[in-house]
């Protein structure tokens, strides 16, 4: 924070932005580099799968890597945008438990979707459509969680956290 209040934009912020990105860019870049240049279905799929995962943890890591400054920069250089919209602190029980719905359902369909991917109608020929889906989902869920979240994610990242219930 500046000696005004506001948020600064710090290492953390720059690197867990990087990530991010980079987790958007692999499924993007990566699945259909992978389509070109490996022959056998069998092996694209497999690792088409493994880079949509890989882009989901990168994801995950990413918001643990920014942590609640990250989100408090971001919040306030969307401030305009996000003033009516915008999350609170702390959100309501029904709106946690759709975010959470909204947060885990895209990291659960990549790591399903390497093993059903045949069953997964439109997967196999257009993975990038799941990849983007799945990223803005896990997006929209972060703001519907609010900041708590943030902090919640990052102590996973953090030896000494510890989990206090009242």
Do not use: C
């Not at 506001?6 to 870049?29: C, E, N, Q, T, Y």
């Not at 519907?144 to 206090?164: C, E, N, Q």
């Amino acid at each position: 924070m500046t000696s005004s209040g506001h948020p600064v934009a710090d290492w953390r912020l720059k690197v867990g932005i990087g990530m991010f990105v980079v987790s958007i860019l692999l499924p993007i870049a990566g699945v259909p580099l992978a389509a070109i240049f490996i022959a056998s279905t069998a092996t694209t799929a497999t690792v088409t799968g493994g880079l949509l995962v890989l882009a989901e943890i990168m994801g995950l890591v990413s918001i643990g890597v920014m942590g609640k400054s990250g989100y408090a920069f971001i919040k306030s250089r969307m401030q305009a945008l996000l003033k009516r919209y915008g999350p609170p602190n702390t959100v309501g029980p029904i709106r946690y438990k759709i975010g959470l719905v909204l947060f885990s359902l895209p990291i659960l369909f990549g790591w399903i979707s390497i093993y059903a991917a045949k069953w997964i109608p439109g997967f196999e020929s257009h993975p990038l459509i799941y990849a983007v889906g799945g990223d803005l989902m896990i997006l929209v869920s972060l703001f519907m969680l609010g900041g708590d979240f943030w902090d919640k994610v990052r102590s996973l990242f953090i030896h000494d956290a510890k989990a206090r219930f009242f």
